[in-house]
């Protein structure tokens, strides 16, 4: 995709923003999947996915953004029917991906918590120009327990290693299900979320690299009826 604007006239009260508006995205993935079945009660899965995708922005000469990137992610998987009311999953996945990022501009701001926005041309100017690669393995586990018929809990766990932040997060998850009558359901859930900064806000030299991932509750509670 492929977005332009053009100004003839100042759109902001800092005189520096005029011209050019670019904003350019493409991307392409291939994945590859491959399950197997080894017995009733026991299940693997692995998938690949690999592919290139291309950031571009532009506002005039105030500031220019590109970033390529190859995004390569792997996922294995292992499904284990223990008893008629115990299932295991466990798996490992694998996200790397190597980057190219040429920033000029003003400093770019963080994306929550920053406070009133100043004119742009007034933040301090930077020019970066750098390679590198992400690395972000993961391990989880998770069982579905089924004490008594229509009753199921499930209860998992996450762990992930951010290489560019140096930095861990962990996660642990719970939810529960009841089926009261064969139409209507019951459900319920907890548990910990993370997510790493953004590149722009981790790279060195553009960001921070001493941040922590972001992290949030996440409490749910519904009905399903049908």
């Known amino acids: 995709d492929t977005f332009r604007l053009l100004f003839d006239e100042e759109v902001s009260n800092d005189a520096a923003v005029r011209g050019n508006l670019d904003l350019v995205t493409q991307f392409h993935y291939g994945q590859l999947v491959w399950d197997r079945d080894w017995n009733e009660d026991l299940q693997t899965e692995l998938s690949v996915q690999v592919g290139p995708s291309r950031n571009r922005f532009g506002l005039g000469d105030l500031f220019q953004f590109q970033g390529d990137f190859l995004s390569i992610q792997t996922r294995t998987e292992a499904r284990w029917r223990v008893a008629s009311w115990l299932r295991l999953i466990g798996g490992m996945d694998i996200?790397?991906?190597?980057?190219?990022?040429?920033?000029?501009?003003?400093?770019?701001?963080?994306?929550?918590?920053?406070?009133?926005?100043?004119?742009?041309a007034r933040e301090g100017r930077i020019s970066v120009d750098t390679t590198g690669s992400v690395y972000r393995p993961a391990a989880y586990v998770e069982a579905e327990f089924e004490p008594i018929d229509d009753l199921r809990f499930v209860a998992g766990f996450r762990s992930d290693w951010y290489r560019e932040i140096a930095s861990w997060s962990h996660n642990p998850r719970f939810s529960a299900f009841w089926q009261v009558t064969e139409s209507t359901r019951l459900r319920g859930g907890?548990?910990?979320?993370?997510?790493?900064?953004?590149?722009?806000e981790s790279v060195e030299g553009v960001g921070n690299p001493d941040l922590s991932p972001n992290q949030s509750l996440h409490v749910g509670l519904g009905v399903d009826h049908e």
Request: aromatic share 10%; hydrophobic share 25%.
């Open 95 to 120: 996200q790397i991906i190597p980057f190219e990022l040429r920033v000029e501009g003003p400093q770019p701001r963080q994306n929550e918590g920053r406070g009133v926005d100043g004119p742009p």
């Open 190 to 200: 907890v548990g910990l979320y993370s997510q790493p900064p953004f590149f722009s």
